[in-house]
């Protein structure tokens, strides 16, 4: 166990003007929070987070991240608050803390390793700040180291798959080279002991039997790039890792005979232009091996990682891989980004693929910064940020795009939960279907069978799969719609005639209408394509010539059943059953207004006040006009909106002489805008809650006696 000063040591080596009283208070506050809590290996608990910040001192971070490592785990398993992290260390430490508890809750809430790839997605994407990352890399990597210590079997391995699955390759995703080594094998001993110990014993034969020929080899390729005036050469050979090789040999299905399965031989030199001397240097003296040469230089992997990698016939008959670099490009290929600000100087590779575009930037910052707490201002991370990542109730996760809702969880997780959802629980409480979910956010849907998908999602959600499924249903239902209204035109249209319409009547003629059924025939004549007597004359051509009169009559139903329809039951007679109904926008129809309904394409009945201009509109439709009028006997007491226009003086106290007259008549105003201003008049839209035109004429009459208010009027379009 690290001394509590030799941690302060470490950290002011490499920084010295690190806060070292903050650095003791945080070591004190985690062993008193921690008490007598104990590890599996026996050890007290503060160990733990003690180790965890001796390694992030491997990567010399900054204070913050050691403080924020010594109490990574308090939140969770102390009674230790958020809130007392930031009466003690501030906001920065207190935020940092933040984000590693909620890594560990999500990692303690599922079974990570069920869908990897988002897995790791999310925990990108939760990790707002890189320090956050590396700190539960390095959590991560005790308890690996630790790992022998727990009991239970079924345990070891899910930790150890996890490792495997998710932090081995975030660690590569970040370029840490070493930590996912070592994370790898710790695994594999865990997961694959037996594969491990036969890999290790081969190694074992192949180093004995292969006697001295690794220095060698290292000793004679100095020597010949040295011979070409390559100076500053250091080469080294090194094993691969036993699972690297594992997954070689599982993957081509092969053995390992060769060194070069084994060993790459490392040179590192000065820069660029020498690694492509030394690649020249050494494909002029060794024959090269063909499909082995790949050129990470010029196209770095997407982790930032660049080297050039080539296969000879090396001096001993031996193929060999041989890897040539820099020096900065080797303290990125070992210690990832973490080796950037301590390696600050030296060129950063500029290739990265466009699909990494958050390690180029944070690349970018890192070479720009000119100090590394600069760099620390920067660490904020922009990965996945145009993703959400959140739970089903079963713990399965599920990615969607930002700004997802409820209602594109349901549809994700399946058509029929969207189809069916009425309202959902997020974290437990049940809130807003369209409410924007958040990474992390467990979410549950609630379903009923009598529910269908309202259009009215459609604003809201966000995703292409909910939006073509909500799009299908409404399309379906506005079919039936048609299919009702055109039947019911067409019905009006035989029967004014003395004629049953019934779907055989009209089978003959599909073909006129190029109609593949009856049912299609409705659905064009409820979308206005063919009126209802332009059926009737091809059905009974008799009728073109009877009664011409009738043509200019409008042909009126008489619905005299009371129907109570529409939103907010406003009662109209006359209307057709299950037929949509809205108050028109233009002339805004109040209770006692003289109206008409007019059947418009898609949308059902519009009620129009009869002297509403737009009627002109309709006047060669006559069979979409319907005859109705409010039921007023049965009206509640309801609020409609009054729409007026009032002309005022432009002059101080007019706009509030109107608003005190409305109001002084009962009226709300729910709108108002100023539409035509002069230097002595302006005029004035209001839209007014009123409960019918008898109150709105009234308010009508009290504006017009009134000195200050020139003109109003009823507002028409
Ligand atoms: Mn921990």
């Known amino acids: 166990m690290i001394r509590q000063f030799e941690l302060v040591e470490r950290v002011k080596s490499y920084d010295p003007g690190a806060d070292e009283d903050a650095l003791n208070r945080a070591y004190v506050f985690a062993m008193k929070a921690h008490g007598a809590q104990k590890r599996a290996s026996g050890d007290p608990y503060f160990s733990h987070p003690l180790e965890v910040a001796g390694i992030l001192t491997l990567y010399r971070l900054d204070a913050a991240s050691i403080i924020t490592a010594l109490l990574h785990d308090v939140i969770e398993d102390t009674p230790a608050t958020q809130e007392e992290i930031r009466g003690h260390f501030g906001d920065e430490v207190a935020r940092l803390v933040d984000g590693v508890t909620k890594l560990t809750r999500i990692e303690l809430q599922s079974d990570l390793s069920k ?47 996890e490792t495997m699955e998710i932090y081995a390759p975030l660690a590569e995703r970040i370029g840490m080279q070493a930590l996912k080594d070592e994370l790898e094998d710790l695994a594999f001993a865990e997961l694959n002991p037996d594969a491990r110990n036969s890999i290790l014993n081969r190694l074992e034969f192949l180093r004995t039997h292969g006697g001295e020929v690794v220095p060698k080899i290292c000793a004679e390729l100095q020597k010949t790039l040295e011979e070409a005036g390559l100076s500053a050469t250091a080469v080294s050979g090194r094993e691969k890792a036993p699972f690297s090789i594992w997954r070689k040999m599982q993957r081509q299905n092969i053995g390992f005979e060769q060194l070069s399965d084994i060993i790459a031989f490392r040179t590192i030199v000065d820069s660029i232009a020498d690694c492509y001397r030394a690649l020249g240097v050494v494909h002029s003296r060794y024959p090269m091996v063909p499909g082995r040469f790949k050129d990470y230089i ?22 060999i891989e041989i890897q040539i670099r820099t020096r900065d490009m080797h303290e990125v290929a070992e ?9 600050k100087q030296g060129e950063i590779t500029h290739h990265e693929g466009r699909q990494y575009r958050w390690l180029r930037e944070l690349l970018e910052i890192l070479e720009h910064a000119s100090n590394p707490e600069e760099f620390l201002e920067h660490t904020k991370l922009d990965l996945f940020q145009d993703q959400v990542f959140c739970f089903t109730p079963k713990g399965d996760l599920i990615a969607l795009p930002r700004g997802a809702t409820p209602v594109d969880f349901a549809y994700a997780v399946h058509s029929a939960v969207g189809d ?98 009856a049912e299609d025939l409705c659905v064009e004549v409820g979308k206005g394509t063919h009126t209802g007597r332009e059926v009737l004359v091809v059905v009974y051509p008799g009728v073109r010539d009877q009664d011409k009169e009738s043509d200019k009559v409008v042909p009126i139903v008489r619905a005299r059943a009371k129907q109570e329809t529409g939103k907010g039951g406003i009662p109209i007679k006359g209307l057709i059953p299950g037929m949509a109904m809205h108050l028109a926008g233009c002339c805004h129809p109040l209770p006692g207004d003289r109206i008409v309904g007019i059947v418009t394409t898609g949308r059902g009945v519009t009620i129009h006040t009869i002297d509403c201009d737009t009627l002109e509109n309709y006047v060669d439709t006559p069979e979409r006009w319907l005859d109705v009028s409010w039921d007023l006997d049965s009206a509640p007491e309801e609020v409609h909106t009054g729409r007026i226009i009032v002309t005022v003086a432009n002059e101080p106290g007019s706009l509030a002489a109107v608003s005190n007259l409305i109001a002084k008549n009962d009226g709300n105003i729910s709108n108002l805008k100023i539409t035509n201003r002069s230097t002595d008049f302006f005029d004035i839209l209001i839209d007014i809650d009123v409960k019918t035109v008898k109150h709105l004429t009234n308010i009508i009459a009290a504006l017009r006696a009134s000195p200050a208010i020139g003109q109003v009027e009823r507002a028409r379009n």
């Open 298 to 319: 010029s196209t770095p992997k997407p982790n930032g990682y660049r080297s050039i990698h080539t296969g000879v016939i090396g001096p001993f008959k031996q193929r």
């Open 115 to 161: 869908q990897a790839e988002n897995f790791r997605k999310l925990l990108l994407a939760m990790s707002d700040d890189i320090r956050v990352l590396l700190i539960k890399l390095a959590d991560r990597l005790h308890n690996m180291r630790t790992l022998h210590f727990i009991k239970n079997p079924d345990k070891r391995r899910r930790i150890a798959a």
């Open 335 to 343: 210690n990832g980004v973490a080796a950037h600000w301590v390696y």
């Open 420 to 517: 069916r959802c009425v309202g959902a629980k997020i974290n437990g409480r049940i809130m807003p279907l369209r409410s924007q979910l958040q990474n992390g956010d467990q979410v549950e849907i609630l379903t009923s069978k009598a529910q269908t998908p309202s259009p009215t999602w459609e604003r809201f959600v966000v995703t292409g799969r909910a939006r073509a499924k909500i799009r299908r249903f409404v399309r379906l239902k506005e079919r039936e719609q048609y299919v009702q209204l055109g039947r019911s035109i067409l019905q009006r249209a035989f029967r004014d005639h003395g004629y049953e319409y019934t779907d055989k009547a009209v089978e003959g003629v599909l073909k006129t209408f190029k109609s593949a059924s």
